[in-house]
């Protein structure tokens, strides 16, 4: 008993010493080799390394991924505004990699391309012939000032982005009795750029089931200058908006956060010198976010806003043939969600086969993206669109409407679809049905539906 005492303490003291693996085969802690390795075992990396795993034999395929779960975040707006619990967007992260793979549980510390040399934070060395960057966006709420403070303690702050923080959203909501509802876009990228809003429409609609809507104001403060990128969408949100008194600041910051006299202060970003500071008994906020430190840093890497320096067509570097990037650390200039993944999936797994064959890449990436606007417990605006920033919808209807049908889709489809299928390499994004839904015959689009 003393000795698993021991054990286990010395495993929580040094968690990033314990390396755990789904091979049997003890590995050597200083060096590894390997055909491809995929660093980061998120939405990106779990799809293309599902692919590749079967064909390529165990030892060549080896997965970088420090955390211990998974999360299916696309669940967190949903948990925030009280459906569901964090438990039901969480699996094991060795349950959702593939067997026929290692794992190994560090994370980056030094990427060196020249030399297809990874290093990593606890001692590891990594050479490859092909490498997958899939590593994501950090979370950086020590970003703005008070703000780390402000969520370590109640008082009505709180954020979805976050598996840690995100029940902090519905404890909020449901003691809300009146006052201002703030609800933050950063001036930074982020994933899910719809998430920030979603929020705002669930509380909206708790309110008025619960008859207090007439005591709260509500406020959506974005450093953006539109409300959403798509022109379509954008104009359905602004009535979703008017109809429902829902006050939208365009280019307003948040800067910092004084949670004793619970107060937030914003910079309007086309008048710097201008700060205004509002009293808030709820505050949503949506963390600033960047590629890890260990990457934007590598100037061989990205470019000079720190992503990864990709050709957004093909997803292969500009300047390493032999590495690629997917997901939310690329830097293709699509909107960053699990949809996007799914559709880059294929098209990495394409074009780095045919680089690993001596070929040239030839699969291409459209920019494709969905977001699910949910607007109410029960309603729904699927947007989906391209790099043009051009619908892109699967269904034979605009799908500019708030419907429930989406939000079934959202809530009770996409989540088994995402475990079930994208995970095991199987989902690729809704492009066949699309083409099915819209019978493309001879050059032109017919509707099934009209």
């Known amino acids: 008993m003393i000795y698993k005492l021991a054990f286990k303490n010395f495993k929580l003291a040094f968690p990033i010493l314990h390396t755990a693996k789904l091979s049997t085969t003890p590995l050597n802690r200083d060096k590894h080799n390997c055909k491809l390795l995929i660093v980061g075992g998120g939405t990106g990396g779990c799809a293309v390394a599902a692919k590749f795993a079967k064909s390529l034999n165990k030892k060549n395929?080896?997965?970088?991924?420090?955390?211990?779960?998974?999360?299916?975040?696309?669940l967190f707006t949903l948990i925030g505004g009280g459906v569901g619990s964090v438990e039901t967007a969480r699996r094991n992260e060795?349950?959702?990699?593939?067997k026929n793979s290692v794992w190994i549980q560090d994370q980056a510390a030094e990427f060196i391309?020249?030399?297809?040399?990874v290093h990593t934070t606890g001692g590891h060395t990594i050479e490859y012939d092909y490498l997958l960057i899939a590593v994501g966006l950090d979370l950086r709420y020590d970003k703005i000032p008070g703000l780390l403070d402000a969520l370590s303690r109640p008082g009505g702050v709180c954020s979805n982005y976050s598996p840690k923080y995100v029940d902090r959203t519905f404890e909020?909501?449901?003691?809300?009795?009146?006052?201002?509802a703030i609800f933050t876009f950063p001036n930074s990228p982020v994933k899910c750029p719809g998430a920030p809003q979603k929020i705002c429409y669930l509380v909206d609609h708790y309110l008025r089931l619960n008859k207090k809507r007439e005591k709260v104001n509500i406020m959506y403060n974005t450093s953006l200058p539109v409300i959403f990128g798509v022109k379509k969408y954008a104009d359905a949100l602004w009535k979703v908006c008017k109809e429902r008194d829902i006050n939208v600041n365009l280019r307003t910051n948040l800067i910092s956060i004084d949670s004793d006299k619970q107060q937030a202060m914003f910079e309007n970003l086309d008048k710097p010198d201008i700060k205004t500071i509002v009293e808030y008994s709820m505050l949503h906020?949506?963390?600033p976010m960047s590629t890890p430190e260990c990457l934007n840093q590598n100037k061989d890497l990205t470019n000079e806003a720190g992503f990864v320096d990709v050709d957004k067509s093909t997803l292969q570097h500009l300047r390493y043939p032999n590495i690629f990037a997917i997901g939310d650390c690329s830097s293709s200039p699509n909107s960053k969600t699990a949809a996007a993944a799914a559709a880059q999936s294929a098209v990495v797994y394409e074009n780095l086969s045919a680089v690993m064959k001596g070929q040239e890449p030839q699969n291409t990436y459209d920019g494709y993206a969905s977001c699910p606007l949910i607007t109410g417990y029960d309603k729904c605006i699927l947007a989906e669109f391209d790099y043009n920033l051009n619908p892109l919808e699967t269904f034979p209807f605009s799908q500019d409407r708030e419907l429930y049908s989406m939000y079934f889709l959202k809530k009770n489809l996409m989540p088994p679809l995402y475990w079930h299928l994208m995970l095991n390499g199987y989902w690729n994004?809704?492009?066949?049905?699309?083409?099915?839904m819209h019978l493309e015959l001879n050059g032109k689009k017919e509707k099934l539906i009209t």
């Open 61 to 74: 395929l080896v997965i970088l991924e420090p955390s211990e779960h998974h999360y299916y975040q696309p």
């Open 94 to 98: 060795k349950d959702v990699l593939p």
């Open 113 to 117: 391309p020249k030399a297809n040399v």
């Open 172 to 180: 909020a909501l449901s003691v809300l009795d009146g006052g201002n």
């Open 285 to 287: 906020v949506t963390p």
């Open 429 to 436: 994004g809704p492009a066949p049905f699309r083409k099915l």
